[in-house]
């Protein structure tokens, strides 16, 4: 059977699956996306997930958002280290949720805290008010945490967002340009720590990064090196005698 034979076979009998498995009020715009993929997703939530696989800039919006409408745990700040679920490092993005301590359980974000309903959608698809127990994530938010922790592996979209000019030269992008933040991260630790818990996810997101040619990238990093090294030579300085090896 020649590939395109395969291929339309596949995608009939992947339809039907489909359009069998759906349920009134499934987004319109979605369905329209799988019905266009070269390879049909065959299932509700696996439409859903490559939705926001290939809207991923849309998917970090609406994470930061669902976010910014749950809030942070009450008593809850922003640690790194020690178990208990925190961050190994300022480099990962805070998430309190994830943490032992204010775990949602079943039927709630991990990311943002908030309701997961069916085929992990953030809004009530069926109606009937009562989130999927069987869930722990929106598919948005599983996107948008892959991008706000590898933000290098999404170079096209942000590429593209910024019409493949240069955050920093205004020139054209050339082949190895890199992503990077505006405000370092190790900067926004030591700045910006006790900022509203939704407000910081946005140093993560496509607010804070850009892309940048190689050369100028290398350029700023220098300079970000130069600035550490002054404050832990400053730190030295102002720390007592009983406190240095």
């Known amino acids: 059977m020649a590939t395109s034979e395969w291929r ?33 997703p065959p299932t509700p939530s696996r439409a859903v997930a490559s939705y926001w696989r290939h809207h991923v800039l849309r998917a970090d919006r609406l994470a930061r958002a669902l976010a910014a409408r749950t809030g942070a745990p009450e008593g809850w700040t922003w640690q790194v280290g020690g178990g208990e679920g925190r961050p190994a490092s300022f480099r990962v993005p805070p998430a309190p949720f994830r ?14 805290g908030g309701p997961v309903f069916r085929f992990g959608w ?24 892959e991008f706000w922790c590898a933000p290098s592996d999404h170079l096209k979209e942000l ?20 992503v990077d933040h505006r405000l370092p991260l190790y900067r926004v630790w030591r700045e910006e720590r006790d900022l509203p818990w939704p407000f910081l996810l946005g140093y993560w997101g496509a607010p804070n990064l850009q892309v940048v040619n190689r050369a100028g990238h290398l350029l700023k990093s220098r300079e970000e090196a130069d600035e550490r090294a002054a404050l832990r030579r400053e730190a030295l300085i102002a720390a007592p005698d009983d406190d240095l090896p």
Request: net charge positive; hydrophobic share 35%.
């Open 122 to 145: 953030h809004r009530d698809l069926a109606g009937d008010g009562a989130p999927s127990k069987r869930a722990g994530w929106h598919a948005a938010c599983v996107i948008a945490w």
């Open 99 to 112: 943490e032992d301590a204010h775990a949602p359980g079943p039927g709630a974000c991990r990311i943002c």
């Open 8 to 40: 339309e076979s596949r995608n009939a009998a992947a339809r039907a699956r489909l359009e069998k498995s759906l349920r009134p009020g499934f987004p319109a715009h979605v369905l329209h996306h799988a019905l266009t993929r070269p390879l049909i």
């Open 159 to 178: 590429k593209a967002r910024q019409r493949h000019r240069c955050a920093v030269s205004g020139k054209r992008l050339l082949r190895g340009s890199e």
